[in-house]
């Protein structure tokens, strides 16, 4: 039985270094990738395929990335969109951000300017 739990982790790994971390695909996505393995797998027990043992290692692997991907999206609080929208309230350096101090009378005649010099392929 270790011997099989091993192969399954072992393609799991393969599987991760191949396609990345896929951590939050939807379920349907899981289960549309899972119903292909099982597909080759059938295949393979049907035509006697000797790779019919990998398939069902593949089929196994992805059962279980499926199993961590939800599991991981039920116990991840969802994200507030707009959070990401507010301002920074830390600098980089640590420092309270309070956001870009542009002085006022450059920022006018940037404006006034009609945001900067415009150049146009006639001017030379």
Sequence with gaps: MEEILQEIRDERARQDAKWGSQRYLP???????LMEEVGESAQAALEEDPNYEVELVQVAAVAVAALESYRLQR?????????????????????????PRIERPKAMKYVQDGFGEVRSSEQS
């Design 27 to 33: 379920p349907y996505t899981w289960m549309t990738i």
């Design 75 to 99: 116990d991840t609080p969802p994200i507030n969109r707009n959070d990401l929208l507010k301002p920074p309230t830390i600098a980089s350096d640590g420092t309270p951000y309070e956001g």
